[in-house]
């Protein structure tokens, strides 16, 4: 099994998020490995470079069929019980930009934002979300219409056809 989980959040969210994982798991090594028998999985936490926060993740990598780690099944559910968590604490109510082109959004229900990570964004207009520092690519929190109920981009506010 192979999969990723991928969040921004700030870098003191890590250790609420690891204590909880250490309930979870044999061990955790460097603060980004967690032991599971002969399984790891990997966790990294959001970084901030200047005013931009970069994803997180969390993954899983049991190897190939034929060669596969012996607690895979176990390393598997640790996995589900922590992607749920992060599921469970954190919003999906993002979406997604070029900063060549602003008036492509998109959503990203993939992509996972806790709520410290929405509070840092909201102080400073400024402050981006990326998946690396290069990316052109940039998430944005989503506002809900109340009108209509359905997820409107915060980074789009023209009306197709006017203006």
């Known amino acids: 099994m192979k999969a990723e989980l991928q969040f921004f959040a700030m870098p003191d969210d890590a250790e609420e998020f690891l204590a909880f994982a250490r309930d979870q798991v044999d061990s955790i090594k460097d603060n980004h490995r967690l032991v599971i ?3 790891e999985l990997i966790y990294t936490a959001g970084v901030i470079d200047d005013k931009v926060l970069l994803v997180g993740s969390i993954a899983i990598n049991t190897g190939t069929v034929g060669n596969s ?14 992607r749920k968590w992060l599921k469970k604490n954190y ?6 930009y070029s900063l060549d082109d602003s008036e492509k959004v998109a959503l990203a229900r993939n992509h ?5 990570a929405i509070a840092w964004k909201k102080a400073e207009s400024q402050r981006l979300l990326k998946l690396y520092d290069t990316s ?10 109340k009108l209509i109920g359905k997820p ?12």
């Open 136 to 145: 052109p690519i940039v998430f944005t929190l989503l506002k809900i219409s």
């Open 91 to 96: 919003s999906n109510k993002l979406s997604t």
């Open 37 to 39: 028998g002969d399984c």
């Open 152 to 163: 409107v981009p915060v980074a789009s506010n023209k009306v197709r056809g006017h203006g």
């Open 69 to 82: 780690c012996a607690d895979q099944e176990r390393a598997k559910a640790v996995y589900r019980n922590l």
């Open 112 to 116: 996972w934002i806790s709520p410290s």
